[in-house]
């Protein structure tokens, strides 16, 4: 693999969903021990997995992975830290509101 090239690759994986007061999830496992690097994108095939209330869906699809080029790996890993904080809010004042 090139400093600038992609390659792409297709997986079996299983699309897992669950629609519970417990629990409230949705999660791809890749079957056949794929690994993600940071950068790297998962695309799966197939019409969205819709749970109802109650529900817990297992459903075997295929997932298509591309592979993140060097140059956007060593990108991804330098700015991750700051995209994941701009996620957080911090808010210590003793305000509250109803």
Do not use: Y
Not at 3 to 14: D, L, W
């Amino acid at each position: 693999m090139g400093v600038f090239t992609r390659s792409t690759e297709t997986a079996p994986c299983t699309v897992e969903v669950v629609h519970k007061f417990e629990e409230l999830s949705a999660h791809v496992r890749l079957n056949n021990g794929a690994v993600i690097h940071p950068g790297d994108t998962v695309k799966v095939h197939g019409a969205p997995v819709l749970a109802q209330w109650g529900e817990h869906i297992e459903e075997d699809r295929i997932a298509t992975i591309t592979r993140a080029s060097a140059v956007e790996r060593l990108w991804t890993r330098m700015t991750g830290d700051f995209e994941f904080m701009e996620l957080c809010e911090f808010s210590f004042s003793e305000e509250a509101t109803l």
